[in-house]
């Protein structure tokens, strides 16, 4: 009866561990589908209509472009994070639709920054929703690996430090951006998106070596 209701219960928390996937999934696939929602083709009532109808697009494409990379970036984040998970968890359920929520803004700040790819109030905006953005998937990180990573099968503390360093990294990069855009640098937020991968080859150095087993001991090694 007891191995009955182990079964019973784990078989409960897997349904409900595919529904939350799936339902992230989904939300990760409809956003990353209204993105181009904004790049309509121009009237082409002649070709230098066209050209100058494409040129003035740039802007709006440049976003598009930069929206989607970010949230695929966010994706896959997602994806190393949870594909561990043994286990549903409500607080990691509650954290999950939290940074689903920031995800969801991504079409309404990547068509505000088509608008007027110079403008330092909609850079800071921009750079707001990513900074949120990142800081709850960080929030979705620590859920899913505290108490030693007991809903991953375990986790050391380096571990962890190196995965939150890049859940962070997206943050860390646009605050270095909304600060350029507050002091009218506007070349700080247009590139800082390059901080990002900078951020996550440490974090992914940092994984590395926490991985990496330890050196025997000289004593041991003797012994053997």
Request: hydrophobic share 60%; with cysteine.
């Amino acid at each position: 009866m007891v191995d009955t209701e182990i079964h019973a219960d784990r078989d409960a928390d897997g349904r409900l561990l595919h529904r939350m996937m799936f339902f992230s999934d989904a939300v990760f696939a409809i956003v990353m589908t209204l993105l181009v929602l904004d790049l309509r083709p121009p009237p082409a009532t002649s070709e230098a209509a066209l050209g100058a109808g494409l040129a003035a697009l740039a802007p709006t494409f440049g976003a598009f472009l930069m929206s989607f990379a970010l949230t695929g970036v966010f994706w896959l984040a997602h994806m190393a994070t949870a594909r561990r998970l043994v286990r549903f968890d409500p607080l990691v359920a509650v954290s999950n639709l939290l940074f689903l929520l920031v995800v969801t803004l991504m079409p309404f700040v990547s068509r505000l920054l088509g608008e007027d790819f110079t403008s330092p109030i909609i850079w800071e905006v921009y750079s707001g929703a990513l900074i949120a953005a990142s800081l709850t998937n960080v929030l979705f990180v620590l859920a899913v690996n505290r108490g030693g990573g007991r809903l991953v099968g375990g986790v050391s503390g380096r571990e962890v430090f190196a995965r939150v360093l890049r859940a962070a990294a997206p943050a860390v990069a646009f605050s270095v951006g909304f600060w350029g855009a507050s002091q009218g640098r506007m070349i700080i937020p247009q590139f800082c998106w390059i901080l990002i991968g900078v951020v996550i080859v440490i974090g992914r150095l940092l994984h590395r070596s926490a991985r990496r087993p330890a050196a025997p001991a000289p004593e041991a090694a003797e012994a053997a």
